[in-house]
């Protein structure tokens, strides 16, 4: 098991606490709201989904959870304890395909970050070799970057942050730039090593249709600054394997919410 099995998520405490965050960031000719007030919790376990247009602070605010911007109203708690900077904790996964060390293997880029966090060696090369098993690379732990797909470069990145055991994983459009067809097989593969593994995700997207495949949960944002409009229980839908008439249901309620005027022409 690459970390304690946490899918719970049918009560208990929040591991993570959103409490009436606002966040804001600077241009050169104002002072922007990105996100206003913004509440929601998350449980051990849950694969929470950030749906919103783009410009509706979906990625602003999960760099805020990694620790990297602070509110400027409302508090982040992680197990209680106030978010105020990055830690091994969240491990962030993100859109680009250059995030690994070009110049380090599929195997050392996995153990890299875990060294530097006082993981021995032979603990670090035992946990790369599983979580790289995992996400079906076995065959490429020796291989360098540029000789991967973008696909496997994303599958790798994903490795990396398992490894270090974070408390929540978070993914910020992780598979934007793939193809349709490697996106949707990304999305399946993600949802299986949930269910093999257990850990807690939030997983920013703009597209509906990979909410619902890959959430247990979604939190819908309104446009600028974001909002929460609604919160939508969608694990009953069984992710990729859902029926196609459940599956479209849910797509048309969330594109209703985030368009209201065009679920009222129809």
């Known amino acids: 098991m690459l970390q304690p099995n946490v899918n719970d998520s049918s009560g208990g405490e929040a591991l993570l606490q959103v409490n009436g965050v606002t966040l804001q960031y600077r241009t050169p000719e104002r002072r922007v709201t990105a996100t206003y007030r913004v509440d929601f919790d998350i449980h051990p376990g849950e694969r929470l989904v950030l749906l919103g247009p783009s410009g509706c602070g979906k990625s602003t605010l999960l760099k805020a959870i990694a620790g990297f911007i602070r509110p400027v109203e409302g508090s982040i708690r992680l197990s209680g304890a106030p978010i105020t900077r990055p830690g091994p904790d969240r491990m962030m996964v993100f859109q680009e395909f250059d995030q690994l060390l070009p110049w380090k293997t599929v195997r050392h880029n996995v153990t890299y970050p875990m060294r530097c966090n006082g993981v021995s060696a032979e603990e670090a090369n035992r946990r790369a070799e599983q979580v790289i098993e995992s996400v079906n690379l076995s065959g490429f732990i020796d291989s360098y970057p540029h000789t991967l797909s973008g696909g496997m470069k994303q599958r790798v990145a994903i490795a990396r942050a398992m490894a270090m055991r974070p408390y929540i994983l978070l993914m910020d459009e992780p598979f934007a730039a793939l193809d349709a067809l490697t996106r949707r ?82």
């Open 185 to 266: 097989k990304m999305q399946e593969e993600l949802v299986a090593l949930w269910e093999a593994v257990g850990f807690t995700l939030i997983f920013v997207t703009h597209s509906i249709e990979e909410a619902v495949l890959v959430g247990s949960r979604v939190v819908v944002l309104s446009p600028h600054p974001g909002q929460v409009c609604a919160e939508i229980n969608v694990d009953h839908l069984g992710g990729p394997n859902s029926s196609g008439e459940d599956f479209q249901a849910a797509c048309r309620r969330i594109h209703d919410l985030l368009f209201p005027s065009a679920g009222e022409a129809q």
